[in-house]
């Protein structure tokens, strides 16, 4: 079966400093990949995707994730953090079906 | 893209009564999704709606318990029924805008759920 693992619930990183989130899948070929951010009581608003092509995606606020096939990896990036970006992080799977699935997120804290 | 928005944003019910909550997007789409988010935790889908025919739900979950209406491309609804403090999440609603052949998903902005 397919799954997704963030294996960091939470990171601390200061503001202006680089971050990066692991995002790790479990499945035969290769999936359409997503970046979701959801900020506190918020709904979840999606930073980018990857269904083919250039395996660096650029997202909005400016994320950009890179996609390994040999080590089944999706891990976000931000080359300087802002406080504003202290949220939590889902990665998420679709193996083009209908059914999307969902990693268990990750905690982003900023530190001034 | 589509935008989604929920009614209501947030409610403190008690339990053994019912809520519905409307779920109403800016476009004609296919699929539906909702889902529940428990607190701490990640999305749980609840169900999947097409319009025009019964939901199909996901282990765990039964129509008793969460009915969901799907009059038309634009609209759900979903009823959280007889509820109890474990049923204190936010649900969100979700939608796919092309044919379920892996498009984007998104979301809209969730409904806060408080049972006491």
């Given at each position: 079966a397919q799954s997704v693992t963030q294996p960091d619930i939470h990171i601390t990183v200061s503001e202006g400093a680089s971050l990066e989130l692991r995002c790790n899948y479990s499945y035969g070929a290769t999936p359409y990949l997503f970046w979701y951010v959801q900020s506190p009581g918020q709904g979840l608003q999606l930073l980018l995707k990857y269904f083919s092509g250039d395996t660096l995606v650029q997202g909005i606020k400016g994320f950009e994730a890179e996609f390994k096939r040999s080590q089944s990896s999706f891990n976000l990036r931000k080359p300087s953090v802002h406080w504003s970006d202290a949220a939590e992080y889902f990665c998420a799977v679709n193996t083009g079906g209908f059914k999307t699935i969902f990693g268990a997120g990750t905690r982003l804290f900023v530190k001034a | 893209s589509a935008v989604i928005s929920q009614k209501p944003s947030r409610d403190i019910c008690q339990r053994g009564t019912s809520l519905t909550i409307q779920c109403q997007v800016d476009s004609q789409v296919t699929m539906m999704f909702w889902y529940r988010q428990q607190p701490g935790q990640s999305l749980t889908l609840i169900a999947t709606a097409n319009q025009g025919s019964e939901a199909t739900y996901e282990s765990g979950f039964v129509i008793d318990k969460f009915p969901i209406s799907r009059p038309n491309l634009t609209f759900s609804t979903l009823t959280v029924s007889n509820m109890s403090p474990e049923d204190s999440s936010i649900y969100l609603c979700s939608v796919e805008?092309?044919?379920?052949?892996?498009d984007t998903q998104y979301f809209g902005p969730g409904t806060r759920l408080t049972v006491l």
């Open positions: - | 805008t092309a044919g379920g052949q892996g």
